[in-house]
């Protein structure tokens, strides 16, 4: 089996930059993820955030999940659960309004310690969109501009926690599904793994690693480059030692932002009448995405297609 793509942000400032381009390129079009080390994240800020996440769990929401474990019944089920994940969750909105503050117990370092760590990751996301354009061959900028609609991105952070679970073959942490937004940045503890993605229907555990950044790709980015990058189906496994640690940034098209796949893209797919992916507002495809999040990506795909007649065609790069 091919080795999970590892790859050294650093080495794009050198000669090796065409190189750690071809690696990034053939992560997007054959793995749908990849893991960055070397990102521009100073360790200690990370070291922090992992810290106040793990405290902020145990006093805050470790005993609540326990109370729901008891009150549905969880931990003596004898048949697989298909309609609920073993998590602890919530979820703080960065762009393009923070909630942050008005998030209910956090206490005030934390709050900090997450704006600066959200803007950090913001950064690093439009560099990685920008590295993507490059890879692509679409004009630098394209795909924030795509993404930007009349107010900005979307950019949100899911803070998890997986805790140790007795019956892992038949509660999943989060059950298998793709993203439905544009590109994911994911901090995972290094400890206690459990995310895997599908790849050539089988199921390969994302390795966890000190101080990397996981990021994987949304369905918008699928749509956008006609096919070309895909996003992919991934899940986590509940382990039966340890509480699992995972924030996921999602760098998301605006409610209004008008997405289709990039002209530039199509024009040589077009003469070979390949598929060509719809065109839809985002919010639509949210919608939409909310009560089939679990299921294909395709027919969501479809939905939109007969939807798209609608939907007027917005150039990015003309409308910034």
């Known amino acids: 089996m091919e080795n999970f793509p590892i790859i050294n942000l650093e080495k794009l400032n050198g000669a090796e930059r065409s190189n750690t381009k071809e690696m990034i ?18 360790h200690e800020v990370m070291d922090t955030v ?10 805050c929401m470790e005993q609540r999940f326990k109370e ?20 602890s969750t919530f979820f703080l909105r960065h762009l393009p309004v923070s909630n942050i503050s008005q998030v209910p117990d956090l206490d005030d370092e934390y709050r900090e310690v997450m704006r600066d760590f959200a803007k950090r990751l913001e950064k690093l996301a439009e560099e990685l969109l920008d590295l993507l354009c490059e890879n692509l061959g679409l004009e630098k900028g394209y795909l924030k501009k795509a993404f930007y609609g009349s107010k900005g991105p979307n950019f ?20 298998a599904h793709t993203d439905a937004g544009g590109i994911i940045l994911l901090f995972q503890d290094d400890k206690v793994s459990g995310l895997q993605l599908l790849k050539d229907g089988k199921w390969i555990d994302v390795p ?24 992919v189906m991934h899940r986590v496994i509940a382990q039966t030692n340890g509480t699992r640690m995972s924030l996921a940034s999602f760098y ?8 289709y796949p990039a002209p530039a893209l199509i024009e040589k797919e077009a003469e070979e009448s390949k ?18 999040k679990f299921q294909a990506k395709e027919p969501r795909f479809e ?18």
């Open 50 to 59: 992992e810290k106040l996440t793990k405290g902020h769990y145990k006093k």
């Open 252 to 259: 998301n098209p605006g409610n209004d932002a008008v997405i």
């Open 25 to 42: 390129k053939d992560a997007c079009e054959n793995w749908g993820f990849f893991e960055l080390v070397n990102h521009g994240i100073p």
């Open 156 to 175: 949100g952070t899911k803070v998890s926690n997986y805790p140790p679970c007795p019956k892992p073959d038949l509660i999943k942490g989060l059950r």
């Open 303 to 320: 939905a939109m297609k007969a939807m798209e007649a609608n939907v007027e065609l917005v150039d990015p790069i003309a409308s910034a």
């Open 208 to 231: 966890p690693m000190r101080h990397s950044i996981v990021v994987n790709l949304g369905d918008q980015l699928e749509v956008i480059t006609n096919g070309k990058y895909k996003s």
């Open 275 to 292: 598929q060509v992916y719809p065109r839809f507002v985002f919010d639509d495809y949210m919608k939409l995405y909310a009560g089939l």
């Open 68 to 87: 729901l474990v008891a009150s549905k019944g969880l931990e003596a089920v004898q048949a697989e659960v298909t309609d609920l994940d073993w998590e």
